[in-house]
């Protein structure tokens, strides 16, 4: 599980005169059952989010207003993926650090996720992340 196993998934969109509509469904757009569901919002400009790893949680960030950028690592590599469409969303496996940044303003992230939340399941160090991606 690399950050090429992230992926950016285009959900369903339909589009009237009254406006869009998208949906997700769980082991259809997303290779989880949806467990938890938690947004971002009245984020400020020049702060970051993320800055953490989760050891067994499968997420897809939505921006449901706005735009940002998403920096995955998976210890060995980079990758900085741009959302800025609330038709697509950002699958994030387990074991990938994530930073959020670049948010335009009034942006709103919405996440889902595959398990309640739990302080035990993140690697918050970065160095511990590595160590644990990387074992001697
Ligand atoms: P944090 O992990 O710092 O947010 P980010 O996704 O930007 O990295 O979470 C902020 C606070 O919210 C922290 O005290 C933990 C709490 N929190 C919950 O209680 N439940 C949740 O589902 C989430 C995502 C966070």
Redesign the pocket.
Known sequence: MDVDTCAVVALPKFTDARGSLSFVEAGVHVPFAIE?V?Y?YDLSKDA?????AHKDLHQLMIPLAGSFDIVLDDGAQKRRIHLASPSEGLYICPMIWRD?ENFEPNSVCL?L?SR??D?AD?F?DYDAFLKARNPA
């Open positions: 938890r938690y971002l970051g989010r993320g800055a953490h959020l996440v996720a309640k939340y302080e993140y918050r």
